[in-house]
């Protein structure tokens, strides 16, 4: 639980900056009647090729790599555990004091409209991989809903700057995973997977332009709160959502999905300290001005942050053992 009286403080920061999610969703965010649906990109059933449109899909992803085809698994799974990332944002001190999903707050409403896209991105990819026929669907689908089971930790508290933070980060982490994935299969000639992933990359751009936003302004109103709110969240580091895909289990999946990402450059150590440097940048927070004392130990800290990761990332070791999980064999 947040102090008492910080919590009162953030209380009104976050209820002060609504008219600004308000005006993002005015702006940015599509309608679901024009925005593309997973079928757009899939074979259609109905349609009497339906047989060679998925020969033409084993095709076009028969030269995918494994690995590559581990880490994308690994995406989807992630994403397919969104029930979890909706409560979360809901749960957030300020978010949804109305306590009420239907809520027309603005908060609520973007919690809503953020995870109805994401929503789209778990379907396409899931029904995408089914109908490769390279994957072990049952083991996904048990790893799904474990996940779901398990639930997240992101270690924010139910403080809604930390939270904030946590997203733009993630967001962003989202885009060069899925970026990078879609390079790495159109290299291997799967055209359509390509497009499917930079289609959804642009929509984690979107989200992590709102979440970045919200933050800046959150830095306006409270510049001590929500630099420490980021110092906070950086000491503790930040946790990729689908890290508790093996609680209760025998399984090492997460290691071994974690451990290709990383091998075959989807999501590297180099990404984490290039979104702290790129975080720290957006948010200006070397010429922040008018600090407390707090605030400008955590305006040094941060300052230097990115350096000591992008260290860390060339002194890292790679990985030389892959384990292939969620295939068929
Ligand atoms: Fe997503
Ligand atoms: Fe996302």
Redesign the pocket.
Known sequence: MLLEEKLEEKLEVILSIEPHVSQFITDKMQAPETSWQPSDFLPDFSDPNFPDAVIALQKGIANVPDTVLVSLIGNMIT?EALPSYQTFFNLLEGVNEDRNVSSKSAWVKWSRL?TAE?NR?GDLLNKYLYLSGRVDMKSVEKSIQRLIYNGINLKTDADPYQGIVYTSF??RA??ISHVNTGKLAHKSGDTVLGKICSTIAG??AL?ERAYKFFMSKILEVDPNGGISAFLAMMKKKIVMPASLMDFGTTNNFYTSYATITQKIGVYTSYDYASIIDHLVKYWGIDSMLGLNDEGKKAQDFLSTLSDKYYRLAERMQEPEETQLIWLNT
């Open positions: 994403e953020w994401e991105h993630q967001e989202t885009k929509e984690e989200h």
